[in-house]
């Protein structure tokens, strides 16, 4: 296979070891026989979903878990076996494709197995399906029993759909108190103990729960997506984890211009920022239609393992840093990672733009190449 060259120097970096450690030492921590799902939704929370799934099937994983039906459909083109589960909503007019796909769906109503199942009629394999449980994240499941009954029943009744797991999803799993966690457990576990038969495949906990909580909670399967990657879901399992996370994930670049200005000259769109005294000036070739948005201004990158602040505005393309001496062409920028003793994390840019880890390598855009090693 042909690689692809890049000619920009900026570039995301991605560890796949540091993705396949990350599982093996959770692997250490669930319960015998608890099957891992790597959720690689959302394009592997923008590290790359095929390589990811890879890595992480490599590792361990059984089940791949993603978002979308296009997202289902990408991982299918490059892996046959797996079993794959959409963890959101599906059209009906998806259904017999999952079928032909091997494609597992989440389902809350008996109107949309109703819906589907004259659309299955032809298939040759049966549907199958996870009924989700909204047991208090509000988002999407059944929210009580009758309905989970109902559905049940239904899908028991109609011959081409299967019913292959159950799950819910926390809210608060990452959280200290445990009060509302306790009690999306308890509706989850009278769910469970309505259901005449229970599927192959009952989870509910993803990153935080299967490692900080009680682990008869890991159920048959635990839905592994955050600390995959090297991230801590919050501070506080940050704190207790029971062992270190890897990052996977850092985002290079390089100079591509140096010049001296002189005191009062000034630097991007709207003359915002002047020069104090002369000073160099290095040009670094990401800007906001990468991802590093403008509300980045004034954020660290690393050079020669120092710290040196982005100044001026945040271009679309380009960005530009305040250096203490003439650095030559082509010196590397380090946006996130580490250079020498000094790094740059996620956590650090989440606080700066007043969010969370999750949203970092999401927002990195499709134009920055995932670089896997
Ligand atoms: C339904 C569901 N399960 C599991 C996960 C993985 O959670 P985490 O990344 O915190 O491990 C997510 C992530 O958003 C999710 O939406």
Redesign the pocket.
């Known amino acids: 296979m042909k690689t692809q060259q890049y000619f920009r120097p900026t570039k995301a970096m991605i560890d796949l070891q540091a993705i396949q450690q990350n599982i093996k030492n959770l692997k250490k921590f669930i319960r015998p026989n608890v099957q891992i799902i790597a ?1 690689v ?1 959302a394009n592997a ?1 923008g590290h790359g979903d095929v390589a990811v799934a890879q890595a992480a099937l490599e590792a361990g994983a059984t089940i791949l ?1 993603v ?1 979308t039906p296009d997202e289902a459909l990408h991982i299918r083109a490059h892996f046959e076996e797996p079993d794959i589960l959409i ?1 959101g909503a599906s059209p009906v007019s998806f259904a017999p494709i999952a079928a032909q796909q091997r494609i597992m769906l989440t389902v809350y109503a008996s109107e949309w197995v109703q819906q589907a199942a004259p659309l299955l009629a032809k298939e040759a394999e049966p549907l199958q399906l996870h009924i989700k449980v909204d047991s208090g994240m509000g988002r999407i499941g059944i929210r009580s029993e009758q309905d989970l009954l109902a559905l049940y029943q239904t899908i028991e009744s109609i011959d081409n759909v299967e019913l292959n797991g159950i799950f819910t ?1 926390f809210a608060t799993a ?1 959280e200290k108190d445990t009060t509302y966690f306790d009690e999306q457990v308890q509706f989850f576990e009278s769910c469970l103990a309505v259901m005449p038969k229970k599927p192959l495949l009952v989870h509910a906990s ?3 729960a299967s490692l900080v909580k009680d682990s008869n909670l890991q159920y048959d399967a635990v ?5 995959m990657y090297g991230l801590s ?1 919050s501070s506080y399992v940050e704190s207790i984890l029971p062992f270190a996370l890897q990052p996977a994930f850092s985002l290079e670049s390089e100079l591509v211009h140096v010049k001296e200005i002189k005191k009062g000259e000034s630097v991007g769109y709207g003359a915002t920022y002047v020069a104090p005294s002369n000073m160099w000036i290095g040009t670094i070739p990401i800007g906001y239609a990468d991802g590093v948005i403008r509300k980045l201004g004034g954020q660290e990158v690393l050079i020669d393992g120092q710290r040196m602040p982005i100044v001026g505005r945040i271009c679309m393309d380009q960005c530009m840093v305040a250096l203490p001496k003439a650095y030559a062409i082509g010196e590397k920028v380090t946006l996130i990672g580490q250079q020498g003793q000094n790094r740059i994390s996620i956590d650090e840019w989440a606080t700066k733009l007043e969010t969370i880890n ?1 949203e970092i390598p999401c927002i990195i855009t499709a134009r920055v190449p995932r670089i896997y090693f």
């Open positions: 959720v939704k929370y878990a978002a963890l999803h990452d993803n990153t935080a839905r592994y997506g955050i600390s879901p999750y």
